[in-house]
């Protein structure tokens, strides 16, 4: 275990079992007198690493907060940009649930999802009825992309069968995930940061959309959803259906006009951080 010398927030990083046993990177950026703690979900092919401004953010906030990086990817164990089931991902957020609980057991929990991460938080928050005090997402992956045919469905499902951990180009295109040509080129460089996943991976994604994209009358917490206006990779109306489901006091909606996917890495990122630093207090407070 490490820690920053960033003032007044402690870092750490370190690694625990997850629940499907492979080893999982933990960070962790801790301020003196946190009010709540926040886990932090990335999304496909990326890592916890990305996250570093909105953990800063957050912490200043008073917010314990706690990111991970999901199996197969970044510096945990297993096979790259690869799961078995999709529900090893919800054991996983559920463990690291749990052990941020238990190490802090007075702060409220929340739970922050981008992407693929957005996709895993809503399942959480459909399928497992968590004892948190609220979940918000980010460009979550709700829907398929309007360039996805039902033959590349098909095929997928086949793949699965026949060679699910077969690595297969994402195609995702860098250029749409902001508007920042520093945060595109930075993307690019990263070692960590993969460019394929395994026909299972892709397999239980779009069978998790399929399935979380109708279940939003099940989250039974106070839900957050962003989205950018501009967002090619994950569509805007995957976030606007599933909004449209809730029924739960403590929602809210942010769509953001001319922002691409990652709206935590546009030009207007601290409106952004803001909009969700408010929810978070606002949600805090109506516990008090």
Known sequence: MKASRAPGIRRTEFHIQGASGLRLFRRSWLPADPKRSVVLVHG??????????????????????????????????GTRCHVRRFDELLDDLDAIVSEVRHGRPDLPVFIVGHSMGGLVVASYACERSPQVAGVATSGAALALSGDF??????????????????????????????????????YLDDPLVGSKLTASLGAEMIAAIERTSRAGAEVAV????????QDTLCPVRGTLDFYEQLNVSGKRLHTYAGLRHEIFNEPERD??????????GHIHSELS
């Open 44 to 77: 496909y092919a990326e890592h916890s690493g990305r996250y570093e401004y909105v953990a800063a953010h957050l912490a200043a906030q008073q917010c314990a907060v706690h990111a991970y990086d999901q199996q197969g990817h970044g510096r945990s164990d």
């Open 149 to 186: 045919s039902r033959a590349k469905l098909l095929a997928a499902r086949l793949l699965r069968r026949l060679a699910p951990k077969l690595a297969m180009t994402s195609d995702l295109d860098p250029n749409a995930l902001s508007r920042d040509l520093r945060v595109v080129q930075e």
């Open 222 to 229: 106070p839900m957050l959803m962003m989205h950018g206006e």
């Open 271 to 280: 409106v952004v951080l803001g909009d969700l630093a408010d929810w978070i």
